[in-house]
């Protein structure tokens, strides 16, 4: 079975651009999630999403955006890009929205590089 | 608030060596549930284990092993007999109460010469 998939693989872009990353997760998988992994840290949560609704945020600004689609994939879109949010950004898919913490399953991740 | 740590920023063993990744986590839940995740230079997460709260017990998988300890807070995991394979940045990650949110620690790179 294919696991989560992840596109593009590397994307350059420029201050003030925007950007769409797209994510297919494991099939029968309903759960999305996004997290931003700066150089030399671990991954940071951005958005969970469960049924197409935003089930949690994590602490990032208004320019980051998420949804999810009916056939459960999802885009994460950030606006007015700053030099800052260069990174890698995973996706993870996990079975449900559950209370006992449904291992999630990453994707390669997109590297992000904004010059 | 949760919080991971993993002091151990780089490990450098040689091949055959046994080695123990430290992980320390702070949360205020009863219920909350442990990971491990090993980041390989690709860059994909990939999924080691998971443990609860309620389970104290010991796991070994092949090489792999974890050790429980909720009176130290701690969550640490050890590969035997070390192989180049394993050189990877390894993450120790909680979820607290559920829901699947992961607060992951800044992660341990292992270097395995030969």
């Known amino acids: 079975d294919a696991g989560v998939t992840q596109s593009p693989t590397h994307l350059i872009k420029t201050r003030g651009q925007h950007v769409t990353l797209r994510c297919s997760p494991i099939s029968g998988h309903k759960s999305v999630s996004w997290y931003q992994q700066v150089l030399g840290q671990g991954p940071q949560f951005i958005f969970q999403?469960?049924?197409?609704?935003?089930?949690g945020r994590g602490n990032f600004p208004d320019r980051f955006s998420a949804r999810q689609f009916p056939n459960y994939s999802s885009e994460l879109n950030v606006n007015a890009l700053l030099l800052g949010d260069s990174a890698l950004y995973l996706c993870a898919s996990s079975p449900r929205f559950s209370a006992t913490a449904d291992t999630q399953y990453f994707g390669p991740g997109t590297r992000l590089t904004v010059l | 608030a949760q919080k991971v740590t993993q002091a151990q920023t780089e490990i450098s063993v040689v091949e055959k060596e046994d080695v123990t990744l430290d992980c320390v986590y702070e949360?205020?839940?009863?219920?909350?549930?442990l990971f491990w995740y090993k980041q390989p230079p690709s860059g994909e997460l990939v999924f080691l284990i998971r443990?609860?709260?309620?389970?104290?017990q010991n796991e070994i998988s092949g090489r792999y092993s974890w050790n429980f300890q909720k009176s130290t807070s701690s969550f640490n995991f050890t590969i035997t007999a070390s192989q180049v394979v394993d050189s990877a940045v390894y993450f120790c990650?909680?979820?607290?109460?559920?829901?699947?949110?992961?607060?992951f620690g800044k992660g341990t790179m292992l270097l395995v010469s030969p």
């Open positions: 990650a909680l979820s607290e109460g559920g829901y699947s949110t992961l607060t």
């Open positions: 999403y469960y049924e197409k609704e935003e089930r």
């Open positions: 443990r609860n709260s309620f389970d104290e």
């Open positions: 949360t205020r839940d009863t219920t909350y549930y």
